[in-house]
């Protein structure tokens, strides 16, 4: 009687997700239009859980789509002239609207795509400070692509430091700085996406490794995260076909990202707001340093 109870729940749960969905949307929409983007990320917070719990994470990048536009705007609202925050935010309210008219119980991927580089395209040019207007005013995404892909070698090669330094979310930062100030293409976006989605998961992991000293789980981990930003930004296959391709480790991290959450909940805030540092061992330190002196010497050949 308790499993069919459980099957009963499921089979309601999982024929409603089109209309729960529907409902945080139109929140997250509403909370936009009354200028309350913080309060829209909560919003994208229950797109990506109510996709988790009702069996469908595939669709769960809707919601961590929705939380960047809404953290990008959050920082608009507070950083910029209420004038260009507001183009901004209309851009964006023009692309939820389109959203839901073509909302259905799948989302195909190729759709979810679009509308992430549409909005991608339209907040990118308010994201320079006024002094960058000026002095970027002509993009070079081939340099973008250049650096990057310096980059993830260097990641790559120093994949085991990932676990105790800052390395992985280091390189975050350098490419959302190379594609604010000198562009990008499709590829660039795809890394910058995945990267972004690991990096809530491997917060939590540190946070474990930190806080209760669970090891050997992180770096085999991230390893082949790694392994798959690389496949990403070398491949020649088709942007859409690669997204397509890693849309399911996307899922999965979104469905593990939810669960770290209801496990730790207020004690990792209280934990990030404090930033403790762990302390590296002696032979961690001299791996770290080894790597920069090498990574010197390279560049003074």
């Known amino acids: 009687m308790f499993n069919n109870i459980l099957n009963i729940t499921y089979n309601m749960a ?35 859980s109510n996709y988790v719990f009702a069996d469908s994470s595939e669709n769960s990048i809707l919601g961590f789509i929705l939380k960047e536009q809404a953290n990008i705007l959050s920082s608009l609202q507070r950083s910029r002239p209420s004038s260009l925050y507001n183009e901004a935010r209309e851009g964006i309210l023009d692309q939820l609207e389109q959203l839901m008219d073509h909302y259905s119980k799948t989302i195909h991927p190729n759709d979810l795509w679009q509308y992430y580089t549409q909005c991608v395209r339209i907040l990118h040019k308010y994201q320079l400070d006024e002094p960058e207007v000026n002095a970027y005013n002509e993009m070079d995404p081939e340099f973008t692509r250049f650096v990057i892909d310096k980059l993830i070698s260097y990641l790559s090669e120093n994949c085991a430091l990932v676990e105790t330094s800052h390395i992985f979310d280091g390189t975050l930062a350098e490419i959302v ?38 090891k050997g789980n992180v770096n085999s981990w991230i390893e082949e995260k790694i392994k798959n930003i690389e496949m990403i930004n070398t491949s020649d296959v088709e942007v859409i076909e690669m997204f397509n391709r890693i849309l399911p480790d996307i899922a999965s991290l979104g469905s593990e990202w939810r669960y770290y959450y209801i496990k730790y909940r207020e004690i990792f805030r209280e934990y990030a707001l404090k930033k403790p540092t762990r302390v590296l061992s002696d032979d961690e330190k001299e791996a770290l340093i080894n790597t920069f002196a090498s990574a010197i010497e390279k560049e003074m050949k």
């Open 14 to 48: 999982y024929s409603r997700i089109h209309a729960i969905i529907k409902q945080d949307l139109t929140a997250y929409i509403e909370a936009l239009k009354d200028d309350k983007p913080n309060l829209a990320n909560i919003y994208a917070n229950r797109v990506v």
């Open 177 to 214: 700085r190379l594609i604010n100030t000198h562009g990008f293409n499709d590829r660039d976006l795809m890394i910058y996406l995945y990267m972004t989605t690991i990096l809530r998961v491997l917060d939590y992991k540190k946070f474990e490794l930190d806080r209760y000293d669970l």
